[in-house]
């Protein structure tokens, strides 16, 4: 494969949060893609990052830390993404810690609606499943699937889990100024994941962008599985009139989002090689 035909994947879920994969065979699976550089974006969490680095090394992978961190803002919630960030930094373990405090009080919760449902599922059943301290819904979601309740993830959220759903129930997030915060504090640079979830049209995007470029935020995840192409022209508009970096990735989940695959999304996923420079440079500022 030359290099002009390269990608890169910057948003990627392993089974140190809620995706269904280890490390190693997401890397595995992005070296069949041709990607030849990555960023690890677990949830509240950084433990994927010590053995995605040594597969990455093995693999001739460029690996790249990251995270990835919910907040709310109004009914929408956006999710932050943090590049470079140092992941032995104790300020933003001890962040971390105290979200993932957050999920095992509201994961119960979720499952005694769930059994008030007819459903019989415990959280010690979720948490075995999830072997990790990030545990999230589409951990509940696979319990239901094992348990024959529901036939995929999404039929799990919409008829139970999904905001609005039966059995939802909201977590405590930091708002988003918090969060860019906490990454930047730990070196990282911070970029806006899948503006098309912030409910947005597009100048309204901009008005949210700019007041969260204020608070500290560099870039935005203008390439993603699901933006169609109008959505990504607009969100690479507001990229370079707000000066912005612009990032791309699959948030590949493995068995939650069994249509997205590493690199390449639904099949047309493209994040070019070139971007990752910038985002790069922007993080050795620091
Ligand atoms: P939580 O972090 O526990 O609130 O769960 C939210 C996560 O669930 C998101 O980050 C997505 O990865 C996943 N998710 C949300 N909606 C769906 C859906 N319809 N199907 C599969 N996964 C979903
Ligand atoms: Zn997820
Ligand atoms: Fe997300
Ligand atoms: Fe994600």
Known sequence: MDNRSRRIDLHLHTTHSDGSLPPAEVLALAQKAGVSALA????????GIPEAMEA??????????GIEISSRYEDAELHILGYYVDWKDP???????QLRASRHRRNP?????????????????????AGTESVGRPHIARVLMEKGYVQSAKEAFTRYLA????????RELPGPAEAIAWIRAA??????????????????????????KAHGLMGIE????????????????????????????????????????????????????????????????F
């Open 40 to 47: 690890i974006t677990d949830h509240d969490i950084l433990d």
């Open 56 to 65: 990455g090394a093995r693999l001739g992978i460029e690996v790249i830390p």
């Open 91 to 97: 300020e933003l373990q001890s962040r971390l810690t």
């Open 109 to 129: 919760l979720i499952v005694a609606k769930l059994n008030e449902l007819g459903l019989a599922l415990t959280y010690q059943e979720v948490q075995e499943l």
């Open 163 to 170: 905001d609005g759903a039966p059995a939802y129930v909201p």
């Open 187 to 212: 070196r990282g640079v911070p970029v806006l994941a899948h503006p098309v979830w912030a409910k947005q049209n597009e100048a309204g995007l901009l008005r949210l962008c700019e007041e969260l």
């Open 222 to 285: 203008v390439h993603y599985s699901t933006h169609k192409p109008q959505q990504t022209a607009d969100y690479l508009n507001i990229a370079k009139r707000l000066d912005l970096l612009i990032t791309g990735g699959s948030d590949f989940h493995g068995v939650t989002k069994p249509d997205i695959e590493v690199g390449i999304g639904r099949g047309n996923l493209k994040v070019p090689e070139k971007l990752l420079e910038p985002l790069k440079k922007a993080a050795a500022a």
